[in-house]
């Protein structure tokens, strides 16, 4: 779509347009150089971005990785004044510390890009939650949905914070999926 005249090229805040467009049924907001049709009251998927910090601190896979790092090196500084005979920083404890650190770093990228791809090429629909399970401080949240047509059945594994226990079963949610793999599914405001 060509850029329309009179909106600069800075992106626009959608509860301000939203505010603006009150009553309207539709209207168009733009970001950058093209447009996107908006409803009053729902968030132009452009606009949708996951905060890093509630994705590490919400999706269990990546709060493990996150804390795994500096625990490595905690340990690893530690052991040789725990055991006599082991030299401070010994180089097959750096090693070793060195090569979990970059799996956990690895893992922790993997679980951010993940849930990020989804934000930018993940479909929004709406789904239902079936079951909630916790134990200490992480869980695994249920969910179905429908797609194409296609009922579809999905987890994500949490960790058990304010987000998470607000949740009930049967409450319906926006659901992000990879239309590709439906089974990657996760809920979209747990991460926002």
């Not at 082991?86 to 890009?113: C, E, K, N, Y």
């Not at 990020?116 to 993940?122: A, D, K, N, S």
Request: charged share 20%; net charge positive; with cysteine.
């Amino acid at each position: 779509m060509p850029p329309l005249r009179g909106w600069g090229k800075s992106p626009i805040c959608c509860s301000k347009i939203d505010n603006a467009m009150h009553g309207r049924e539709t209207a168009v907001t733009i970001c950058r150089t093209w447009a996107v049709e908006y409803q009053p009251g729902m968030i132009a998927q452009a606009f949708m971005k996951p905060r890093i910090s509630r994705v590490v601190w919400t999706d269990w896979p990546a709060l493990f990785s996150a804390v795994a790092i500096p625990i490595i090196w905690l340990i690893c500084i530690l052991f040789p004044f725990m055991r006599r005979g082991v030299q401070p920083l010994a180089p097959h404890l750096l090693i070793l510390a060195t090569s979990i650190s970059i799996l956990a770093a690895l893992a922790l990228g993997w679980r951010i890009v993940r849930i990020q791809r989804l934000f930018r090429h993940g479909h929004s629909t709406t789904g239902r939650i079936t079951r909630i399970q916790t134990a200490k401080d992480r869980g695994r949240v249920e969910f179905s949905f429908e797609l194409s047509g296609r009922s579809f059945d999905s987890w994500t594994p949490v960790h058990k914070n304010r987000q998470v226990l607000a949740l009930r079963e049967n409450q319906e949610v926006e659901i992000l999926v990879d239309p590709t793999q439906p089974k990657n599914a996760i809920i979209r405001h747990l991460y926002t």
